[in-house]
């Protein structure tokens, strides 16, 4: 294994920093969700039906808020922005464990419109911190601190509301919320590099939002359609073989198989195409229904599909941080959080539809299938030549993104 790139990308000054900025500032991101499904649960004594609407709510509002936010992280940097939504953040935790159900879905709405934007700030500082041609490698890296980040914040939601109970819980992450925020504010790491900073111009939307960006973003979005369908789907085969016990060690080993793609992804001399990565995710995704017997058939069954997780989401980021001007990158990536979220709120009912017609083993085909026939339904949108990594494209240009020669 090459890891001559990664010490490349650690080396450049501040990365170190900002990759266990990654890390410690998504955990009470990615336990949030949990949390607040939990309290709907436990502390309003509601069914799933009620709390999984609180948590859609959230998901519509960082849907509508991402590409927002970014746009005004080009306009204004990023420290007013994180200084804004870290006070929305501190505000809505506060609040929040008191409130009754419906006054709950309101806020959690506008809690997800001005929502920090951890995800999306993070992957423009390694942008602007690496020169270009070390993206890939630091993207790489980026999707093996998200997935550490998802290991460790839902399980500590869910040790959180057993030892502490949902409403002391719900606190604790407005807390880590708050906490990352001022990290990043403190930290103002550059969302440019000097030579962007200095030479970009305002590129006008319609230049850079073409239906090349809008492949790599239907790319992203089908990568998370078919994680969270086939999530959903081992939820289902284990508790239909009275295993939900065993669920965490499955996801847990799930992850460990994304880190392991990630990091040798990470490490490839060449990139590769994010739509042969994410059609390859749903190809390897179908014949996990063919296995019976979950205590060795799905943990091996999904490593194929875990080892191209990371480096489908990798390469997606990749290809939209070379396709658009260092101006418009923070809505573009955005964008990108929004169609990650498209994907997640479009995978959990869809497969949810499917497995309650014909069993969990029809939820990985129609996992994978659907991923497949979406990345050919994008195929022919897909620009047939990389775009040369330039620090500022002009208007004029074609921003393409890197090869279908044959992300996150």
Known sequence: ??????????????????????FLSRIPATAAGLTL????????????????????FGMVGIGV?????????????ARPVVAVTTAAQCVYWAVAPTLGYRWLLVTAFV????????????????????????????????????????MLGPALAVAGVTAFGSTRTMYLV???????????????PPVQSEEEART???????????????AVLAATATATFVLSATELSVVASLTNAHATAWTGLVIALWCVYSL????????????????????????????????????????????PGGLLTAPSLAATVDSLSS????????????????????????????????IDAHGPTWGYAMAGGVGVLLVLAAAPFWPRHAPTRSATPTATATPVPPIMKVTS
């Open 174 to 188: 407005g807390a880590g919320l708050v906490a990352a925020g001022v990290s990043m504010i403190v930290m103002n």
């Open 37 to 56: 499904t939990l309290h709907v649960l436990t502390t309003h004594k509601l069914g799933y039906a009620e709390a999984g609407l609180a948590g859609a």
């Open 200 to 214: 970009a111009t305002r590129v006008p939307r319609r230049a850079w939002l073409n239906r090349g960006l809008v």
């Open 323 to 354: 396709c658009v001007p260092a101006s418009a990158r923070g809505e573009a990536m955005g964008l990108h959080g929004t169609a990650l979220t498209i994907g997640i709120a479009a995978g959990s009912p869809v497969a949810g539809a499917v």
């Open 111 to 150: 809690s997800g419109v001005l929502c920090i934007p951890v995800f999306g700030l993070i992957r423009q500082y390694m942008a602007a911190l690496v020169p270009a041609e070390q993206r890939r490698t630091a993207f790489a890296v980026d999707s093996m601190a998200v997935e550490l980040s998802y």
């Open 1 to 22: 294994m090459n890891l001559s790139p990664y010490r490349l990308v650690l080396a450049q000054p501040r990365m170190r920093a900002v990759t266990l900025l990654a």
């Open 65 to 77: 808020g991402s590409p927002l936010a970014g746009r005004f992280v080009d306009r204004l940097g």
């Open 260 to 303: 392991i793609g990630g990091f040798v992804y990470g490490g490839l001399r060449r990139p590769v195409a994010p739509l042969l990565l994410v059609g390859g995710l749903g190809v390897m995704t179908v014949p996990v229904a063919l296995f019976d017997g979950w205590w060795w058939l799905l943990p091996i069954a999904l490593i």
